[in-house]
């Protein structure tokens, strides 16, 4: 089992629509949870960041972290066409054990919002 | 907005050759880490680094791979004998702690002919 799985779409939606995007995980360990953006030919862009389980929003962005499932989501309220991206979730568990804090990614989900 | 700086943003080499991979962190940032992203692939973790020392590594940062923090404000990743395989788009980033999120500059493509 892969540790980090993201379907990685495309999804196309028309504008105004939610967006669902989600990452299963394997790993007990991950405690923080980021989502990223990344525009073509540019670098991740933070989006989200949360640690452990619970909900978050920010703006017309939501993420949502549930341990007991391995599961974590972020929702895109009336998305517009400069959400078109791909957003890739990475995670990371805490220090003790070597970790690090170093992030491992999904794959990264295309979406496109068509006006 | 302050951000992370890699140039240059496109390096061409021929296979065997060394190449530097430079970025400038964000100036109140205290960890730094590479990554790379093979096209069509996910973004791997290459190396984190803290107080002028690595911190972890991954298995792709073998013995061809260095990193040197030559100043204050520069953050530099060499690979010493280059290969096919290392054509890839390589990312720096910077956190001001451990568990603080890490922010990305824009990457340089590397292409090894």
């Known amino acids: 089992q892969k540790e980090v799985e993201q379907d990685p779409g495309p999804l196309s939606v028309p504008e105004g629509a939610i967006v669902s995007l989600n990452c299963t995980y394997s790993?007990?360990?991950?405690?923080?949870f980021m989502w990223y953006r990344q525009y073509s030919r540019k670098g991740p862009e933070l989006l989200m960041y949360t640690y452990s389980s619970g909900n978050k929003e920010d703006g017309r962005f939501t993420a949502q972290v549930d341990k007991s499932s391995k599961y974590i989501s972020l929702f895109i309220r009336d998305s517009q066409p400069s959400d078109s991206a791909t957003y890739l979730c990475?995670?990371?568990?805490?220090?003790?054990?070597?970790?690090?804090?170093?992030?491992?990614f999904g794959k990264g989900t295309l979406l496109t919002v068509n006006p | 907005e302050p951000e992370v700086t890699q140039t240059p943003s496109h390096q061409v080499t021929q296979m065997g050759q060394e190449v530097i991979l430079r970025c400038v962190p964000i100036s109140n940032h205290l960890y730094f880490y590479w990554y790379r992203q093979i096209l069509g692939q996910k973004v791997e973790f290459l190396v984190s680094?803290?107080?002028?020392?690595?911190?972890?590594k991954s298995e792709i940062f073998d013995d061809q791979f260095s990193v040197e923090r030559p100043d204050g404000s520069n953050f530099t990743l060499k690979i010493r004998s280059t290969k096919l395989e290392d054509s890839a788009m390589y990312f720096c980033?910077?956190?001001?702690?451990?568990?603080?999120?890490?922010?990305f500059g824009d990457g340089t493509r590397l292409s090894i002919l």
């Open positions: 790993n007990s360990a991950f405690q923080y």
């Open positions: 980033a910077s956190s001001r702690a451990r568990a603080q999120p890490q922010h």
């Open positions: 990475a995670m990371s568990a805490t220090g003790s054990g070597g970790s690090n804090y170093k992030l491992t």
């Open positions: 680094f803290y107080n002028n020392e690595i911190s972890e």
